[in-house]
C-alpha cells in the first residue's frame, strides 16, 4: 500500500527502523508517542494496553482518505469528520475473540488470565470502532465470515499480494524426493502436526523456519527430518522449487507461503479451512484434507495425504498459473478500484 501510495504519510503506532528502512528508505513513518517505550527487539506486548490510545492520538487531520492495514486497533483511529476510511482487515484480533487461539499460544497462567481479561475488556470498544468505518475489506473468505460473527458487518474480499514475480518455476531444477514445511515456526501454525505426519509417513521433510515451536518439531521429528532454521529467500525458493508438495498444517487468516510454493509450480497439502480454501484448488493446484482441532488426528489425515500423494496428478504450469491470480499487480489494481469507490 505505500508503494500505491507513494505519496500518502504512513501511520503506525510504533516502527521498528531496521524494518521501515529496508522497506521505505527515508521515507516518514509518523509514530505515536509509545515509540519511545519499544525496546527495538520485534517484541510489543507489553505495550498492548495501550495501543487502542495510541491509534486514537494519531493525527489524520491532513487525509483526504484514510486506508488502514491491520490486526487489532486500526478502526480506534479517529478520522475528521467527512473524511472516509477503509479498512483491510487482516482478521479481527484473534486473541481478543477466538479462545481456542489463546489455548495454542499462551497454555494456561498469568500470561493467559491477563490476556483473557484485557479481551473480554475490549470486544465492545471493537466492535463499535469497526462499525464507524465506510468500507470494510477481508483479506481472506474466513477473515470476512469473522468480520460477520464478530463485528455484524458483511466485507468483500481483495486477497493479499504475493510476489509472484520473485517466486517462480525454474525449469532446469527437477522437483526431488522430500515436502516441505516453511514459514514461522510458532504454536498456533502447529508446525508439530507436519513433523509428526512426515515422520509417521516415513518420508523426507525439510522445515525451513524458526519460532517458538521448534522445541516442540524437534521432539517429534525423527531421522527423515531436517531442520533449516535461517533460509534465505533465495533458499526458500529454491526450495520451492524443488520439493515434491509444500506440507501446511496451520489455519491461516489467509497464508502467503503456499501462494509462494504454488508461485513456484509446487502443489500444497493442507487443512481445508481458513484462507487455504481461498487459494487451493483442491486436486488441481493441491490437496485440501479435513480439519480437526486434534493434533494427533490431524496428523494422521496428513500422513495418509503425504503418503497417497501422486507428483503426476498435478501440473506445474497450472499451479504457476493459478498463483498469478495472486500477484501484486492484482492487488493493486483491486485496492485501487475500492479507494477510488469508497472516494466517490
Not at 21 to 50: C, K, M, W
Not at 190 to 210: E, I, N, S, Y
Request: glycine share 8%; aromatic share 8%.
Amino acid at each position: 500500500m505505500g508503494n500505491i501510495w507513494p505519496d500518502a504519510t504512513i501511520f503506525a503506532p510504533i516502527a521498528d527502523s531496521q524494518v521501515t528502512n529496508e522497506l521505505f528508505g527515508d521515507r516518514t513513518i509518523s509514530v505515536s508517542p509509545l515509540q519511545r517505550l519499544y525496546r527495538g527487539d520485534g517484541r510489543y506486548a507489553h505495550l498492548l494496553p495501550l495501543l487502542p490510545a495510541a491509534m486514537a492520538g494519531l493525527d489524520l487531520s491532513h487525509a483526504d482518505l484514510v486506508v488502514v492495514s491491520h490486526h487489532a486497533f486500526g478502526h480506534r483511529i479517529k478520522a475528521p469528520i467527512g473524511v472516509p476510511v477503509l479498512s483491510y482487515v487482516h482478521s479481527p484480533a484473534r486473541w481478543m475473540w477466538d479462545p481456542d487461539l489463546q489455548d495454542l499460544e499462551l497454555g494456561s497462567g498469568p500470561s493467559k488470565a491477563a490476556l483473557t481479561t484485557f479481551a473480554a475488556s475490549q470486544r465492545k470498544a471493537d466492535r463499535r470502532a469497526a462499525r464507524r468505518v465506510d468500507r470494510m475489506i477481508a483479506n481472506s473468505t474466513i477473515v470476512a465470515e469473522r468480520i460477520h460473527d464478530y463485528w455484524g458487518l458483511d466485507a468483500e474480499v481483495v486477497h493479499p499480494p504475493v510476489d509472484t514475480d520473485f517466486y517462480t518455476p525454474d525449469h532446469q531444477v527437477s522437483r526431488e524426493d522430500f515436502f516441505l514445511l516453511a514459514g514461522r515456526m510458532v504454536p498456533y501454525k502447529r508446525p508439530q502436526v507436519a513433523v509428526t505426519a512426515a515422520t509417521a509417513a516415513g518420508v523426507p521433510l525439510v522445515v525451513a523456519g524458526h519460532g517458538r515451536a521448534m522445541d516442540a518439531c524437534r521432539k517429534v521429528a525423527g531421522s527423515n527430518v531436517t531442520f533449516i532454521p535461517d533460509v534465505t529467500d533465495e533458499g526458500l525458493r529454491d526450495l520451492y522449487r524443488r520439493c515434491r508438495a509444500l506440507v501446511f498444517p496451520g489455519v491461516e487468516d489467509f497464508g502467503i507461503v503456499p501462494v509462494e510454493a504454488q508461485s513456484c509450480g509446487a502443489p500444497v497439502i493442507g487443512v481445508a479451512r481458513g484462507g487455504l480454501r481461498d487459494s487451493i484448488i483442491h486436486e488441481v493446484t493441491g490437496l485440501l484434507v479435513p480439519y480437526t482441532p486434534d493434533a494427533d488426528t490431524q496428523a494422521g489425515v496428513l500422513a495418509e495425504a503425504i503418503t497417497a500423494h501422486d507428483d503426476f496428478a498435478f501440473d506445474s504450469a497450472t499451479i504457476r498459473f493459478h498463483a498469478e491470480s495472486f500477484g501484486r499487480d492484482v492487488f493493486r489494481k483491486a485496492i485501487e478500484t475500492v479507494a477510488t469507490r469508497t472516494l466517490s
